[in-house]
């Protein structure tokens, strides 16, 4: 919303940080990614706007990528971040791995969470 209101008030368009996760399941049985976030890295081009990764693996074989974007529009992070993916999936480093879910990580914001714990 935060965004929207400064879109709507400036004359030029401003970059957000968007989190895009990329749900990924072994198709070999590997156990793990060793070296993903730097390959993911690597494989980037300027265009995507990546600025950082995360990796979370979850037994059995699966990992979660947490993709960090800086674009104008969700809907470029999340493009960007399938295009990314599947550039790497090529690659020995995620060689058995293939993609389940690629979409944004939304999250409720402070007026959606109601009203705060009591603390009791």
């Known amino acids: 919303m935060r965004d929207l ?3 709507m008030t400036s004359s030029r368009i401003v970059a957000s940080m968007h989190l895009v ?3 990924l ?3 070999q049985d590997r156990g793990h990614l060793d070296g993903a976030s730097a390959a993911l890295m690597a494989y980037a081009e300027p265009h995507d706007a990546l600025e950082h990764v995360s990796v ?3 037994p059995p074989g699966r990992c979660t990528l947490g993709l960090f974007f800086s674009s104008t529009a969700l809907a ?3 493009s960007a971040a399938l295009r990314l993916t599947l550039r790497a999936l090529r690659s020995d480093t995620f060689a058995g791995f293939a993609v ?3 979409e944004a ?3 409720a914001g402070p007026l959606l969470w109601g009203d705060p714990p009591t603390g009791r």
């Open 76 to 78: 470029d992070a999340e």
């Open 56 to 58: 979370a693996m979850r």
């Open 25 to 27: 399941r072994s198709t």
């Open 105 to 107: 990580a939304l999250v």
């Open 21 to 23: 996760h990329v749900e």
């Open 5 to 7: 209101l400064l879109a």
């Open 100 to 102: 389940v879910r690629c």
